[in-house]
T-cell receptor, first 113, second 113 residues
Framework: NAGVTQTPKFQVLKTGQSMTLQCAQDMNHNSMYWYRQDPGMGLRLIYYSASEGTTDKGEVPNGYNVSRLNKREFSLRLESAAPSQTSVYFC????????????FGSGTRLTVV | DQQVKQNSPSLSVQEGRISILNCDYTNSMFDYFLWYKKYPAEGPTFLISISSIKDKNEDGRFTVFLNKSAKHLSLHIVPSQPGDSAVYFCAAATQGGSEKLVFGKGTKLTVNP
């Protein structure tokens, strides 16, 4: 059981380049999330999707776009990467209306130079 | 405004002793609280949770206490083991609707042999 799979695990971008972070879950969860983790800042929500076909902004959405491609997949796109987007990105999923918490992926470490 | 606060960035304890990690929240609508554990280069993993209708929940060496009047919760680890060394995140959610969790900034626990 893979859980939540994120690709790639590491990425270095030049300022202005674009890329898409991929996330897929095999637990049939309705809700999916993208977080970023920065030193001293904890986990901050970028975007989330409560169900297939819906997406909403979180705490720090600027500079990002998302696509809920289907129930399994939720991608995060950086259209024009900036050094401030250097971070570790985590995708998570959860089952709606239950309280067992999120299942997180192992993260993507992104460096923008 | 930070709704979930973990005021201690780090904590160091001796193996076999008790570790107490604290978390405060400001939103009185939060009714469910969770603790996550994160090792380096891994995603956070769910550890233990508590509903606002309870004031204590135990799971093996881990106990979470909730003081609603003080808007405070704590995680007790007894006895602490070197393998418990990790970053611990407190998270909170509100009843109904979105499954979004609000995370604290985390506390890095080091258990010394």
């Amino acid at each position: 059981n893979a859980g939540v799979t994120q690709t790639p695990k590491f990425q270095v971008l030049k300022t202005g380049q674009s890329m898409t972070l991929q996330c897929a879950q095999d637990m049939n969860h309705n809700s999916m999330y993208w977080y970023r983790q920065d030193p001293g800042m904890g986990l901050r929500l970028i975007y989330y999707s409560a169900s297939e076909g819906t997406t909403d902004k979180g705490e720090v959405p600027n500079g990002y776009n998302v696509s809920r491609l289907n129930k399994r997949e939720f991608s995060l796109r950086l259209e024009s990467a900036a050094p401030s987007q250097t971070s570790v990105y985590f995708c998570a999923s959860s089952e709606a209306r239950t309280r067992y918490g999120y299942t997180f992926g192992s993260g993507t470490r992104l460096t923008v130079v | 405004d930070q709704q979930v606060k973990q005021n201690s960035p780090s904590l160091s304890v001796q193996e076999g002793r008790i570790s107490i990690l604290n978390c405060d929240y400001t939103n009185s609508m939060f009714d469910y609280f969770l603790w996550y554990k994160k090792y380096p280069a891994e995603g956070p993993t769910f550890l233990i949770s508590i509903s606002s209708i309870k004031d204590k929940n135990e799971d093996g060496r881990f106990t979470v206490f909730l003081n609603k009047s003080a808007k405070h919760l704590s995680l007790h680890i007894v006895p602490s083991q070197p393998g418990d060394s990790a970053v611990y995140f407190c998270a909170a959610a509100t009843q109904g609707g979105s499954e979004k969790l609000v995370f604290g900034k985390g506390t890095k626990l080091t258990v010394n042999p």
